[in-house]
């Protein structure tokens, strides 16, 4: 069985590692390319922990919008003391609150999926931490 070329390219890396961080060894070879994937997993981790900050923040914020024009909605009122209201008005609320509502159930859906997928992103981050501690016990 030979090498094919993704084999090589991480042979290469794992070589380039060796000799920059002057090791000598396999086993110490090994755990530095171990390492720097965990690292890399980390650094994955904490991006998609920040996205899924980001896209909670903007459910909530939209679900303040939505707050506001049903209740400007249901209170024209409360709506003129802003803004001058014309025949219709009623309407465009109604339209604005279905297009928030549209926004905000697909930004809660995405941010269902990317929580799923942050879990699982931890698992393996997990696995692959316990693996190292492991190597490094040896």
């Known amino acids: 069985m030979g090498c094919n070329l993704g084999d090589k390219s991480v042979l290469f890396f794992l070589g380039r590692l060796a000799y920059s961080a002057g090791l000598v060894s396999v086993a110490d070879v090994m755990r530095l390319g171990f390492e720097r994937e965990v690292q890399e997993e980390r650094g994955w981790f904490s991006f998609l922990y920040g996205w899924c900050v980001h896209v909670a923040d903007r459910v909530a914020y939209l679900n303040a919008i939505i707050q506001k024009l049903e209740f400007c909605s249901s209170d024209m009122s409360v709506a003129q003391l802003v ?24 930004e809660a859906e995405k941010l269902a999926n990317m929580q799923l997928f942050l879990q699982a992103s931890a698992a393996h981050l997990g696995r692959h931490t316990q693996f190292v501690a492991r190597f490094n016990a040896m």
Do not use: H, Q
């Not at 803004?83 to 279905?98: H, K, N, Y």
């Open 83 to 106: 803004v001058e209201l014309r025949s219709g008005d009623g309407l465009v609320f109604a339209d604005s609150i279905m297009y928030f509502k549209a926004i905000r159930d697909f």
